[in-house]
């Protein structure tokens, strides 16, 4: 816990649904009301920082355009904490959230150097709720929290309305950094966390103007809960079902990409925004600078469709262009026919899964003497179709059934001759002619699988986490499926139990960790996790990983709601992993930290789970281990018939 870290939040844009929140907080009273839908996408700009643990105070420097500002502090006490929350000014957040952490949490104190920020402020890009949120995080990770994101989230809306900042209640969703929908029914926000299929290419611009959004907030404000004239209905009207049905085709069209769609929505959104609300506040939101941006000439064949930011007004335009080209050519014009400035917000496609590691350098010491005869991972298995192949060809055929496009074998220098005899090598021409056509044909089968495996050697066997630290140079800087040798899937629908993973990972954006549910008798012989559902029995936000936990240990810190008291969450043996794992396993070699003598792999997924994030997912299917001779014998039974 004395260990630095490095932390960014940025800032968020609400790209549909502007002032949904608060309306929609309005059903708490008036249950006739639309619920309110945002999409709100992370800004590439934000706040960056290091953070440590300190024994008694928040201490606090910050980067403010350039300023260094500080240090700030104040002793982790309620009292002091809540004095300088309640002061008001840039350090107040950091007091705020802290005042919120303490009251909930045992906590020490924390030092924070916000070493940079390139977030404009007041901007309409939430730079406070920036702030607050990396607090929240800082301590989360510092103290291993166990917060969820939506508990960081929550923590920095609870810290920022400490200050005299009345915020909304969609800007600390910031907390994501990636495109959410957020649905306001009375007090209930749902959040729904999405990715893009390609990259999409916006342009913000600060129009260099003046707004109060105060008065905005206060005129709509004045239409609720219930309407007393037509002007107020159609106030209501806008920020109810016609935003909801804009918002609602928005949140399909960047799941699916549709960057036209995105830019007849913005300006369709606009359109009825301005019909609808302007005359209930027509000194902010008729707004002549940002109708003279959104309809300026030069920059329309660059352009998809544009609209207000946040409360609208003279404050922020938001435009997406039609690819980063055009990106560039529209902040070109805009700054040198109208001096503007302007950021670029790129929102970008989860990166496709393309390579599988696969480690099969063990000794199987538990099937001796069979594995000194045969590697473990070349043990015979009945696949469904009644063919006899060695374990290790399964596997390799699920990482390719989910689209895989190259793999990679961990194995030992000594072992490397037979695995590539296997996978690249004909029989003896007398063998060969020995076979049926059809097996011969399945010889050239074999060596198509080859072409696509790549071999890489682990010298010395010093534990799992070695072994995928070994494939660092080759998966590079991409996501990877890591799949254990000695296991073999078998999904219980159409689509395969290693697709589904990439599946889970294409919406969660992080690394993805497949689950089972396990009885409490055998769990000491696995690694287990614990977190919050996302999805019932389904989809899980991984707030603690454990290798091998005693029954006791797993009562007491690993329960999950919904399972029987007797079951647990337990890892299946396949991943998808950010290339970020690797930084982590290196540190470990580094600094010489085993357990049990060995580099393990379920320690520094726990310090990814504290330093970015990770889902858990209950593969739906079979898991079968041939680790020991009473499961190898079982599992040829179970895989042929599963």
Not at 331 to 348: A, H, N, P, V
Not at 440 to 465: D, H, K, N
Not at 591 to 608: A, K, V
Request: glycine residues 8%; aromatic residues 8%.
């Amino acid at each position: 816990m004395n260990m630095s870290m490095n932390i960014f939040v940025p800032g968020r844009i609400c790209l549909f649904g502007e002032h949904s929140d608060w309306a929609g907080g309005y059903r708490r009273v008036n249950g006739e009301l639309e619920k309110g839908y945002t999409i709100i996408a992370a800004t590439n700009q934000g706040v960056y920082a290091t953070v440590k643990p300190h024994p008694s105070r928040l201490r606090i420097t910050a980067d403010s355009e350039g300023t260094r500002m500080g240090p700030f502090e104040v002793p982790m006490e309620r009292d002091a904490l809540l004095e300088a929350a309640e002061q008001g000014g840039f350090f107040s957040y950091a007091a705020g959230v802290a005042y919120q952490i303490l009251t909930n949490y045992r906590v020490g104190g924390l030092e924070i150097d916000n070493h940079r920020t390139d977030l404009p402020v007041k901007k309409g890009l939430s730079s406070s709720a920036a702030v607050c949120v990396l607090v929240a995080r800082a301590f989360n990770r510092v103290y291993d929290l166990k917060m969820t994101t939506r508990g960081e989230m929550e923590a920095a809306y609870m810290g920022e309305i400490t200050t005299p900042s009345r915020c909304g209640r969609m800007d600390q969703g910031c907390a994501y950094g990636r495109p959410i929908m957020m649905v306001f029914d009375g007090d209930r926000i749902d959040v729904t966390e999405f990715s893009v299929p390609r990259d999409l290419h916006f342009v913000i611009v600060d129009l260099n103007a003046a707004k109060d959004t105060r008065v905005i907030l206060n005129q709509l404000n004045n239409c609720y809960p219930f309407p007393d004239d037509d002007l107020q209905t159609n106030v209501q009207k806008y920020l109810g079902p016609i935003s909801a049905g804009t918002t609602r085709e928005a949140y399909q069209a960047l799941y699916e990409g549709d960057a036209e769609r995105i830019g007849s929505l913005m300006t369709e959104a606009q359109s009825a925004f301005d019909r609808h609300l302007q005359p209930a506040c027509p000194s902010q939101l008729t707004a002549p600078v940002l109708h003279k941006i959104l309809d300026y000439a030069p920059i329309r064949s660059h352009v998809l469709g544009g609209k207000g930011v946040g409360s609208q007004g003279d404050g922020t335009a938001q435009f997406i262009v039609r690819d980063e080209a055009s990106q560039e050519r529209v902040i070109e014009i805009l700054s040198r026919d109208l001096g503007l400035s302007c950021l670029k917000l790129t929102i970008q496609a989860t990166r496709p899964v393309r390579k599988a590691v696969i480690p099969v350098a063990g000794f199987g010491t538990r099937l001796f003497p069979a594995s000194k005869a045969i590697k473990k991972e070349l043990f015979p298995i009945i696949d469904r179709d009644g063919r006899a192949k060695p374990v290790v060809q399964a596997i390799v055929e699920e990482a390719l059934s989910a689209g895989i496009d190259e793999i990679c074998l961990i194995v030992q220098p000594e072992d490397r001759a037979t695995f590539e005899a296997f996978f690249t090598q004909r029989p003896e021409i007398e063998n060969f002619n020995k076979l049926s056509k059809e097996n011969q044909a399945y010889c050239e089968y074999l060596m198509e699988i080859g072409a696509r495996i790549t071999f890489v050697e682990q010298a010395t066997q010093e534990g799992f986490g070695h072994a995928v630290h070994c494939a660092r140079d080759w998966v590079g800087d991409e996501p990877f499926l890591l799949v254990l040798g000695d296991h073999l899937y078998a999904s219980s629908n159409d689509t395969t139990c290693a697709q589904q993973l990439l599946d889970v990972y294409r919406d969660a954006g992080h690394s993805v960790v497949g689950l089972q549910r396990t009885h409490v008798s055998i769990v000491h012989q696995v690694g287990c996790v614990t977190g919050t559902w996302e999805e019932p029995d389904s989809v899980l936000t991984v707030t603690e990983f454990c290798e091998k936990p005693n029954a006791e240990t797993a009562r007491q810190r690993l329960r999950v709601d919904g399972l029987p008291d007797d079951q647990f969450l337990t890892v299946s043996g396949m991943y998808v992993l950010t290339p970020q794992i690797f930084d982590l396993l290196a540190d470990h070699i580094e600094r010489d930290i085993r357990e049990r003598g060995e580099f393990q792999l379920t320690s520094c997924l726990d310090r990814l789970r504290r330093e970015d994030a990770f889902t858990g997912y209950v593969v739906q299917g079979g898991r079968f281990d041939i680790g020991l001779p009473d499961l190898y014998r079982q599992a040829v039974f179970d895989f042929r018939n599963a």
